[in-house]
């Protein structure tokens, strides 16, 4: 079946490190793929998504690229802030399907 | 603005008593969901609905009933049933048309049992 896996948390890193969160998906046909970001005691909200196979989606310094040939959506941003503490959620949904796969989150943490 | 709006943010509930909670959005979107959140374990789908009137069960339906009379709104009733009940519960919506169109969530109702 369907299913997303992305990597355990927590990861804790400073100011101005490299992120990167990996996430691999199995699906048939050609899903769309989107990265989720929560902020402690609220909602999801949506960070970026991906249509087809090499579409990079990108918003505020985030970037993942929808790579077929290796089913993965990794997440990477350049330099991380304080700001960017939260819990990331990778998530799919099939070309045929209505229905919305979610990874388990990993939670990030930014030190000062 | 538009968006989805949860209520209440905290909810109580006594041992063998029902509660309901509340989604509403403004958004026109013809789709809703119901998804429970436990620390560790992402979020799991309780219910969904694609029209009104009409709605499927998700992966963990049991203990939980949902209706959906009118486009706006999605309530769900954690019954007496439902054994564990704490945990954060999460609405979503989208359009029905177009298979690329992102969930929308509200900001949540964290359910405890007193």
């Known amino acids: 079946g369907d299913s997303v896996t992305q990597m355990e948390g927590p990861v804790t890193l400073s100011e101005e490190a490299f992120l990167t969160i990996n996430c691999t998906y199995t699906a048939t046909g050609y899903p769309s793929l989107f990265w989720y970001v929560q902020y402690p005691g609220e909602g999801l909200q949506l960070l970026l998504k991906?249509?087809?196979?090499?579409d990079k989606g990108s918003n505020k310094g985030f970037e993942a690229t929808y790579r077929k040939e290796t089913t993965s959506f990794h997440l990477e941003k350049g330099s991380v802030q304080v700001s960017d503490s939260a819990v990331y959620f990778c998530?799919?949904?099939?070309?045929?399907?209505?229905?919305?796969?979610f990874g388990t989150g990993t939670s990030l943490t930014v030190i000062p | 603005d538009g968006g989805i709006t949860q209520s209440p943010k905290y909810l109580f509930r006594k041992e063998g008593q029902n509660v309901t909670l509340s989604c509403e959005q403004n958004?026109?979107?013809?789709?809703m969901y119901w998804y429970r959140q436990d620390p560790g374990q992402g979020l799991r789908l309780i219910y969904y609905s694609q029209i009104v009137n009409d709605f499927q069960k998700g992966d963990i339906a049991e203990g939980y009933s949902v209706s959906r009379e009118k486009k706006e709104s999605f309530p769900l009733t954690v019954t007496s049933a439902q054994k564990n009940p704490t945990a954060f519960y999460l609405c979503a919506s989208r359009p029905r048309q177009g298979v690329n169109q992102p969930q929308h969530f509200g900001d949540g109702t964290r359910l405890s049992i007193l």
């Open positions: 991906a249509t087809k196979a090499d």
């Open positions: 998530a799919l949904i099939p070309n045929t399907g209505n229905q919305f796969y």
């Open positions: 958004l026109n979107h013809d789709a």
